[in-house]
């Protein structure tokens, strides 16, 4: 079957199980079986595909026809124009979440020549997007990656390497629980915050650890997250939190009953919508 006759077929069959981008899906399903980008495969209608390659091509598809992500099926994810592995161990990494890392470094990068060494936390990694992102992206930082799960540590020390970072240390960790370093300037938090009576297509592959909070308003391990750092003796001097929308107003003023001395800044994700809350702490 020639590459045209494949993907008309492909389209078809995606749009009609209800994937919304059932084209793009093709392409990139195909490219990856064939081995060749998605520039290729268009450019090449006519070209015959070899009978493996094919059936290959239809178990994929069939993945992707219940749903499977396709970061899952391709064992990849960009994320800050960086190449992420990803597993079902690991939340696949968001566009909404590079909101998180511009607004970090532009605090970082309007301190301008500081000093010393600054060290940032980042708290709940998973697949390390965050904090790879951030040691590509910024100098003269130290960065201390922690989770709860081995696994998705496991993945995010292979994606340092991939992405050739070697100023992470990774902690295996229950929040701040295991974390001596209390002198940490930036906390980085991507913590599970969807409600407990959620559910959707798209996550359902997706470890449930990662994403859920288990609590009505799905604030339980943020503000499990915010006491710590009261109670524990951690004084830093920003912390960076991304949110569901709907809790920006719950949050905040549970943040300004802990932290009295604070300043609360939201930032907007490209919808326009509230997404990433940035606490500076008045010294």
Known sequence: MKINELLKFA??????????????????????????NREWILANPNFIIHKKA????????????????????????????????????????????????????????????????LTILDIGTGSGCIAIALAKKLENVKIIASDISQKALRIAKKNAKINKVNNIEFIKSDLLKNIENKKIDIITANLP???QNYNHDSIKYEPRSA?????????????????????????????????????????????????????IEIKKDLNNLDRVFMVKFII
Not at 23 to 28: C, F, G, K, Y
Not at 58 to 85: Q, T, W
Not at 230 to 237: S, T
């Open 11 to 36: 389209y078809e069959i995606l749009k009609n199980n209800g994937i919304d981008f059932f084209i793009l899906d093709s392409e990139i399903l195909l490219g990856f079986v064939l081995k060749k």
């Open 54 to 117: 094919e059936k290959r091509f239809f178990r994929l598809l069939s993945r992707r026809v219940k749903n499977y992500p396709i970061a899952y099926i391709l064992g990849y994810k960009y994320f800050y124009g960086l190449k992420f592995g990803v597993n079902k161990n690991v939340l696949i990494p968001r566009p909404e979440t590079e909101i998180l890392v511009d607004t970090t470094c532009e605090v970082v990068n309007l301190r301008g020549g500081q000093p010393s060494r």
């Open 193 to 195: 915050y969807i409600k």
């Open 211 to 263: 994403l859920y909070s288990y609590s009505k308003n799905g604030l339980s391990y943020y503000k499990k997250l915010l006491y710590q750092i009261e109670k524990l003796g951690f004084n830093p001097k920003y912390i960076f939190l991304e949110i569901d929308p709907d809790q920006a107003p719950i949050l905040k003023t549970f943040i300004e009953q802990i932290f009295k001395k604070s300043i």
